[in-house]
């Protein structure tokens, strides 16, 4: 089964009866999808435990030494770059907003450099133009395989940000060695089940990343920036 049949299962099924069959047929694979997704999410507890860990404290002592996280992706993995500085950046009171930045939601930006230079190299450019040694910077695909993501990616490790990728299926070329210095690849064939998983998983190191900062900035003889891991005035401003 491929195409829409393997999206929508119960249309197809040859089911007879009715509305009552076809309702029994969606219930069915909802909840079957429900099971699939969740199986997925539990399973990467133990596959990224301590990799989740060791990513965010890279992440958190770039930014206790003032980096910024900038994150990036294609589609709806667009949306979750964008949800995940949102994350950091705009979190709900009292907790201080972290500076980090989602690299397509600049409008201007993206479609000037598609129109006058090439959509490959959308988010290397904005790197190039925005990134410092010391920043993070976050890639999100579905397939490990696109384009101007690897791009940024590149451009991210030449100028020395810390690089961090989600990816599904089997990583594709985000997998490969050195592209990436934390990777977490969700191993699905399934479009929905990885960007489902991925949101659990950057949900996850967000925390993470607070939660070690909290800890940094209580820790006597660390050196934390004004707005980092406290609550104080400047962290709202």
Same mark, same amino acid.
């Given at each position: 089964?491929?195409?829409?049949?393997?999206?929508?299962?119960?249309?197809?099924?040859?089911?007879?009866?009715? %509305?009552?069959?076809?309702?029994?047929?969606?219930?069915?694979?909802?909840? @079957?999808?429900? *099971?699939?997704? *969740?199986?997925?999410? *539990?399973? /990467?507890? +133990?596959?990224?435990?301590?990799?989740?860990?060791?990513?965010?404290?890279?992440?958190?002592?770039?930014? +206790?030494?003032?980096?910024?996280?900038?994150?990036?992706?294609?589609?709806?993995?667009?949306?979750?770059? $964008?949800?995940?500085?949102?994350?950091?950046?705009?979190?709900?009171?009292?907790?201080?907003? /972290?500076?980090?930045?989602?690299?397509?939601?600049?409008?201007?930006?993206?479609?000037?450099?598609?129109?006058?230079?090439?959509? +490959?190299?959308?988010?290397?450019? $904005?790197?190039?133009?925005?990134?410092?040694?010391? %920043?993070?910077?976050?890639?999100?695909?579905?397939?490990?395989?696109?384009?101007?993501?690897?791009?940024?990616?590149?451009?991210?490790?030449?100028?020395?940000?810390?690089?961090?990728?989600?990816?599904?299926?089997?990583?594709?070329?985000?997998?490969?060695?050195?592209?990436?210095?934390?990777?977490?690849?969700?191993?699905?064939?399934?479009?929905?089940?990885? $960007?489902?998983? $991925?949101?659990?998983?950057?949900?996850?190191?967000?925390?993470?990343?607070?939660?070690?900062? %909290?800890?940094?900035?209580?820790?006597?003889?660390?050196?934390?920036?004004?707005?980092?891991?406290?609550?104080?005035? @400047? *962290?709202?401003?």
């Amino acid at each position: 089964m491929s195409g829409v049949e393997a999206l929508y299962p119960f249309l197809y099924s040859g089911a007879k009866g009715g %509305d009552e069959a076809l309702v029994a047929d969606v219930e069915r694979s909802t909840a @079957e999808k429900a *099971a699939e997704a *969740a199986a997925l999410r *539990a399973s /990467l507890a +133990e596959r990224f435990a301590s990799a989740l860990v060791g990513c965010a404290e890279a992440v958190a002592a770039a930014l +206790e030494e003032g980096g910024r996280l900038l994150a990036f992706g294609n589609g709806g993995s667009a949306t979750d770059a $964008q949800a995940f500085t949102t994350l950091l950046a705009a979190p709900p009171p009292p907790l201080p907003p /972290l500076p980090a930045l989602a690299l397509a939601q600049d409008t201007a930006a993206l479609t000037a450099l598609a129109n006058d230079v090439g959509y +490959e190299v959308v988010f290397a450019r $904005q790197i190039a133009a925005l990134g410092r040694p010391g %920043d993070v910077a976050v890639a999100f695909s579905t397939s490990g395989g696109s384009a101007n993501v690897l791009r940024g990616l590149t451009e991210a490790g030449r100028r020395g940000l810390v690089t961090v990728g989600f990816a599904g299926y089997d990583g594709g070329p985000m997998a490969a060695p050195g592209v990436v210095d934390h990777l977490f690849v969700v191993p699905s064939s399934s479009v929905h089940r990885v $960007q489902e998983a $991925q949101t659990t998983l950057y949900h996850v190191l967000g925390t993470l990343i607070r939660d070690r900062l %909290d800890v940094s900035a209580t820790a006597p003889g660390d050196d934390v920036p004004d707005g980092v891991g406290t609550g104080g005035p @400047e *962290a709202a401003g």
